[in-house]
């Protein structure tokens, strides 16, 4: 079993910088494959981003060039750097764990999920 707690998000104004972290406890996170998704008011829960085994990364197009997300093993956490953030970023961001060294986009590969957090970006 795996939890995840998640840090950061807040409001920033277009064109600014947010960083979200993600924690996990109860099992080495090394050995799990992590996604971020988000979710807008009335929208589907969509693909950001994900890392796998010794870093490997994917992006959606949408946010390519401006997110980047990085892990730290030895504790146990994973982050999203956001740049030049744009109204359209607004959501509630979400990180997920799978077991494995392969991510994917698809919410439903995921078994654990953090708590979210509100991302605003006002323009």
Known sequence: QVQLVQSGGGLV???GSLRLSCAASGRTFSNYAVGWFRQAPGK???FVGTTWGGGSTAYADSVK???TISRDNAKNAVY??????????TAVYYCAARRGFIGSAEPGGYAYWGQGTQVTVSS
């Open 13 to 15: 104004q277009a064109g």
């Open 80 to 89: 999203l750097q956001m740049n030049s953030l744009k109204p359209e970023d």
């Open 44 to 46: 589907e829960r969509d």
């Open 65 to 67: 060039g401006r997110f």
